[in-house]
């Protein structure tokens, strides 16, 4: 049972209708409080900013700004606030035309508590069933975010594998939040293997990828997954001939990790391609290069 309680500001120029529908109706049982009063549409308007109600509930006829105006711009600024207006029996056609308000419900005075009561209740219900759609699709949004990680590593080892087709890139692309915006690509596969000391196996790997990551990431823009025991980088580079700066800088790197961690690191690094398509072969170049020791 959803238990939130949602709030209500009552408007009217006549203070003795507002007592008597806070007389008429057990708010609490039906899961709502009145926030507020107001004696004007002006006035209503700016306890609106101020308190975002659920449901604003006003008379037609008011000084200064008149319940249809004051509806217009509540629902303008405030789509998903409720509006309940009520009517004098001369106006209630009037009110019946204004159907592009999107009022929730019109109810003709004299109100009696059973009415408000069933409006009340009729509201609540539809109140709980748009929070909950809203937080159920929050909740999706972020398992969303969550597997991200997952999704990427799956697209990557597609690529690498040869799984993914021309025509389902930019899907993979878009499903995965993530863009390739270099016009070459090369594959890195980084073995570690433990040179002195008693640092698990697996924790070593994963440092040497972090460590891997902020030295590939920035200028290669490198996307980098754990596939087969190994850490493989897609590598980015604006023309072929830069191939030869990041060989430079796995050499730089080796040494690095190997003087901070004691970590043997071998780097394979594969063939440079034009098109993500083509990185199979730069994979399977980069694994060869990899002497394991």
């Known amino acids: 049972m959803d238990m939130d309680t949602y709030t209500v500001l009552l408007v009217d120029d006549e203070e003795e209708v507002i007592q008597v529908i806070m007389r008429k109706i057990n708010w609490g049982e039906l899961g709502f409080s009145v926030i507020g009063f107001a004696d004007n549409g002006v006035k209503a308007l700016e306890l609106v900013e101020e308190f975002q109600p659920d ?157 891997a990551k902020e030295r590939f990431g920035g200028k290669w823009q490198a996307k980098s997954f754990a596939y087969l025991g190994n850490t493989v980088f897609i590598a980015q580079l604006e023309n072929e001939n830069e191939v030869w700066e990041l060989t430079d800088e796995c050499d730089r790197f080796c040494r690095y990790v190997r003087h901070v961690l004691g970590a043997v690191v071998t780097i394979g690094i594969g063939q440079v391609c034009g098109n993500i398509l083509e990185l199979p072969q730069s994979y399977s170049t980069a694994r060869e290069a990899v002497s394991y020791r």
Do not use: W
């Open 55 to 211: 449901v604003v509930m006003t008379d037609i006829k008011m000084p200064y700004m008149d319940g249809m105006e004051l509806s217009n711009r509540v629902k303008a600024q405030f789509p998903a606030t409720k509006i309940l207006l009520f009517t004098g029996f001369d106006e209630f056609e009037y009110a019946k035309e204004a159907i592009h308000l999107e009022v929730e419900e019109y109810i003709l005075k004299p109100m009696n508590s059973a009415e408000l009561t069933n409006v009340f209740a009729r509201l609540k219900v539809k109140l709980d069933q748009e929070i909950s759609e809203k937080r159920n699709v929050e909740i999706l949004q972020k398992y969303y975010i969550e597997s991200l990680p997952l999704l990427r590593a799956d697209f990557y080892s597609g690529l690498v594998e040869g799984r993914v087709h021309e025509g389902e890139v930019s899907k993979y692309l878009s499903d995965c939040r993530i863009s390739f915006t270099g016009q070459f690509f090369c594959c890195l596969v980084i073995h570690t293997s433990q040179k002195e000391g008693d640092m698990d196996p697996l924790l070593l790997s994963a440092s040497v990828r972090e460590q």
